[in-house]
């Protein structure tokens, strides 16, 4: 090729998606995937960065083309280790629908398992995606889903939307 002649580019490679445990330098990502949603309520970075020091172990980072684009916050329930509850999920916006999101939960489930075999979460009743991605988990996983009011309008200080808990568990044999 001679000097200053534009290179023609190579043909794009498939996505390729990668899950890891996240690590601080992932912190200020998730803050600002969960900023850029609008959906989520966002924490302050400090909050991002601290979780990805203290819960790294119960949380999952999605990557494509080594950039952080989705991840999973959660934590063992004190009350019943047998349970991961999910803090917050999200996916970059030009990166959904591409199951990301189911792979990310799969991925951490996989991780904790058999220690941890239920999984619950809060989840606003007008959130129709995180309930299709629930739902779809306990299917894939043959658990059973069942939902709750948890936290209504009058527990929160401000206007912030109830939210129902979802709970994912084995069906009662
Ligand atoms: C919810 C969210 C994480 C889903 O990410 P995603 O990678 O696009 O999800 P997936 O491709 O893995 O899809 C999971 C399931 O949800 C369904 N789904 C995804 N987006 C949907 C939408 N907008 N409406 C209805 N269903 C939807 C998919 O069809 C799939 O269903 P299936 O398992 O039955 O096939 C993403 O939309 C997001 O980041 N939203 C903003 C943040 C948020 O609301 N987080 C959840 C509250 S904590």
Sequence with gaps: MKPNEPEIPAPSAPTAVT???????????????????????????????????????TSIVALVDGRVCGFVTGYIRPERPDTLVVWQVAVDAEQRGKRIAGQLLDGL????????????????????????????TAGRRGLEIKSEPLFGPADFPDSHEPEDLYILAAPPR
């Design 19 to 57: 899950f890891q445990v996240p690590s601080i330098s992932d912190g200020r990502r998730l803050w600002e995937i969960a900023r850029d949603s609008r959906e989520l309520d966002l924490n302050s970075s400090y909050a991002y960065v601290l979780w990805c020091r203290d819960f790294q172990n």
């Design 109 to 136: 489930l996989d991780r904790l398992a058999p220690d941890v075999s239920r999984m619950e979460t809060t989840i606003s009743p007008g959130n129709a995606a995180s309930i299709a991605l629930f739902t779809g």
